[in-house]
């Protein structure tokens, strides 16, 4: 499962340790999936709940109930004060009755770690942001998470700050062998898309005809904006530029170069190129997701179980 390390303007875990999470989502990912299953298979998953009607803050309780909190002390020798508590993967399944085999299961497992994925890329520690929740339903987004690997780092609709100006943009992968800049061309099934070097391109459906922005606008625009960052930051790694379209064609025929199209006929190919890599976590690679991710913005607020302790804190310097 590719590791969510930024999303939108939120804050993320990954931004206060980018060296540390990394391998421990990995490591943790491992022991959950083993111990889940073991629980699986020897018959003792909890029991699924009676079906009722819930209000959007007691679903939200209830999926709070999956997580687990536990105390975690950093040692540091020269630090002698107490670290705040850190948030591990630890989650119970719920409703299993349905789950009648392995495959069944790993759906599930993989439902509850896209939760405690936007867990991460929207907490650390001390701070939270507020989760649009379209996320937690958009079906890219999980494309993206639960069918690419460990060792590819998402960046999703990051705002990264530009000259003081915040800059929305679409989807990075950065991979231990480069980084890939990505947009999405996806509308009905089986809609063709006739490109152009225009501001629109020419989209077709059955026998209706419209169209679209062209996306190699804010593609080339996402790829120069990395390039720099990176060059900066002096890190050498490729920079690729696809435009994606799983349920459409793309016709282009003076494509410029340097730019892949992968629409319907060549994306699975792409796709499984990208789950077959078996490269570990590079440092040139966490050295370009850190150099990027010091750019972005970041829209938060402190944890009031942390502003509490702040203040009892000051209340005995005092």
């Known amino acids: 499962m590719a590791q969510l390390i930024k999303l939108q303007d939120y ?52 999926k709070e109930k999956l997580f687990s909190l536990f105390k975690k002390k950093e040692a540091q020798e020269d630090e002698p004060v107490p670290q705040p508590s850190d ?28 939760d405690f994925q936007l867990k991460w890329a929207s907490s650390t520690i001390m701070e939270k942001s507020y989760v649009d929740n379209s996320y937690r339903y958009d079906e890219r987004l999980r494309y993206l998470l639960q069918r690419f690997p460990d060792n590819i780092f998402v ?30 061309l996806e509308f009905e099934e089986g809609t063709a898309y006739i490109g152009s070097g225009e501001r629109f391109w020419v989209k077709k459906w059955g026998d209706m005809e419209s169209k679209v922005l062209n996306p190699l606008i804010g ?52 796709f499984q190129q990208q789950r077959s890599s078996s490269s570990p976590i590079k440092s040139v690679q966490l050295k370009a997701a850190q150099a990027i991710m010091e750019y972005c913005q970041i829209t938060s607020f402190k944890r009031l179980q942390w502003e509490e302790e702040q203040e009892v804190a000051e209340g005995d310097q005092a």
């Not at 591990?88 to 439902?111: A, T």
Request: proline share 7%; glycine share 4%; aromatic share 12%.
């Open 87 to 114: 948030e591990e993967m630890l989650f119970e399944m719920e409703g299993n009755q349905d789950i009648h085999s392995e495959e069944e299961l790993k759906v599930s497992f993989l439902n509850l770690l896209f």
């Open 155 to 184: 960046m999703y609709n990051p705002v990264l700050k530009i000259k003081n100006a915040p800059v929305e943009l679409e989807t990075f992968l950065i991979t231990p062998t480069g980084i890939w800049c990505l947009t999405f």
């Open 219 to 270: 593609l080339k625009r996402m790829e120069r904006i990395i390039h720099q960052i990176i060059r900066y930051a002096g890190v050498e790694l490729p920079i690729y530029q696809a435009v994606i379209s799983r349920n459409g064609y793309i016709d282009y025929p003076q494509s410029p170069a340097g730019i892949q199209f992968l629409d319907k006929r060549i994306h699975n190919e792409w």
């Open 11 to 62: 804050v993320s875990r990954y931004e206060t340790d980018l060296y540390r999470y990394p391998s421990q989502f990995v490591r943790l990912k491992k022991q959950q999936w083993e111990k889940m299953k073991q629980h699986w298979e020897n018959g003792d998953l909890p029991p699924a709940p009676p079906p009722s009607v819930k209000e959007e803050e007691e679903k939200d309780s209830v």
